[in-house]
C-alpha cells in the first residue's frame, strides 16, 4: 500500500499564483519530511524539508506546513514562476529503520 | 565536482539480455541507493547499500542484483531483462542511513522490447 499519498497528480497554475501540493501520510514513526524537485532529464534534489516538532518551515517562496494530528503536511509555492515547473516529491523518512518513503509525484506547470 | 555519475543514460535491450547499470559518487558517501521511477508510481527502492561491503534489498529487488564495488561505486545488474523492467533509474547516495538527504544521479533510462 502506498504509505506516503500525494495529490494532485498534475497542477496548472498561473504565473505568480500559489501552488500547493499535499501529502498525507499513515505511519507515526516517521520522522522527517523532505520536499523533492525534479526537473525533466535530471534526478530530484532536495529542495525543503521539515521535522514533526515544527509547524512550519519557510526558505524563500517555499513553505512546508505540517499538521501533525492529521498525519498531513504541504508544500507551498508563492509567487510561482515559470522556473518552479518540474515534478515535485513529498517524502517521508523514518530514523528507526532508516527507511525513505516516496510520494507519487505531482507535475506542476506554472503558465505565463 | 560530479557528485552522482550513472552510466549509461539511455540502453535498449531485448527480452533476456542481461546489463550493469553504473554508479559512482566522489562525495565520500557511505550509503548508496538505486531507485526506479515509473509514471504515478514515484521512486521505489530497488536495492540499497548503507557501507562498503553491505547491500539489502529494498521494495522491489526481484530481477534485480547489486554490487558495491568500493565505497565510491555501486553497480545495478539486470541478469535476465524483462518488459516490465522498462523504467528510469536512479542511483542516489546519502552521508549515511540516518541522513533521509540523497543526491541523485541523473537518472539511466531502459527500455526493455
Known amino acids: 500500500q502506498q504509505q506516503v499519498k500525494q495529490s494532485p497528480q498534475s497542477l496548472i497554475v498561473q504565473k505568480g499564483g500559489i501552488s500547493i501540493i499535499n501529502c498525507a501520510y499513515e505511519n507515526t514513526a516517521f520522522d522527517y519530511f523532505p520536499w523533492y524537485q525534479q526537473f525533466p532529464g535530471k534526478g530530484p534534489a532536495l529542495l525543503i524539508a521539515?521535522?514533526?516538532?515544527?509547524s512550519e518551515k519557510k526558505e524563500g517562496r517555499f513553505t512546508i506546513s505540517f499538521n501533525k494530528s492529521a498525519k498531513q503536511f504541504s508544500l507551498h509555492i508563492m509567487d510561482s514562476q515559470p522556473g518552479d515547473s518540474a515534478t515535485y516529491f513529498c517524502?517521508?523518512?523514518?530514523?528507526?529503520?532508516?527507511?525513505?518513503?516516496f510520494g507519487t509525484g505531482t507535475r506542476l506547470t506554472i503558465i505565463p | 565536482n560530479a557528485g552522482v555519475t550513472q552510466t549509461p543514460k539511455f540502453q535498449v535491450l531485448k527480452t533476456g539480455q542481461s546489463m550493469t547499470l553504473q554508479c559512482a559518487q566522489d562525495m565520500n558517501h557511505n550509503s548508496m541507493y538505486w531507485y526506479r521511477q515509473d509514471p504515478g508510481m514515484g521512486l521505489r527502492l530497488i536495492y540499497y547499500s548503507a557501507s562498503e561491503g553491505t547491500t539489502d534489498k529494498g521494495e522491489v529487488p526481484n530481477g534485480y542484483n547489486v554490487s558495491r564495488l568500493n565505497k565510491r561505486e555501486f553497480s545495478l545488474r539486470l541478469e535476465s531483462a524483462a518488459p516490465s523492467q522498462t523504467s528510469v533509474y536512479f542511483c542516489a547516495s546519502s552521508e549515511n542511513r540516518a541522513s533521509g538527504e540523497l543526491f541523485f544521479g541523473e537518472g539511466s533510462r531502459l527500455t526493455v522490447l
Open positions: 517524502a517521508a523518512f523514518e530514523q528507526g529503520n532508516e527507511k525513505l518513503t
Open positions: 521539515i521535522r514533526p516538532d515544527v
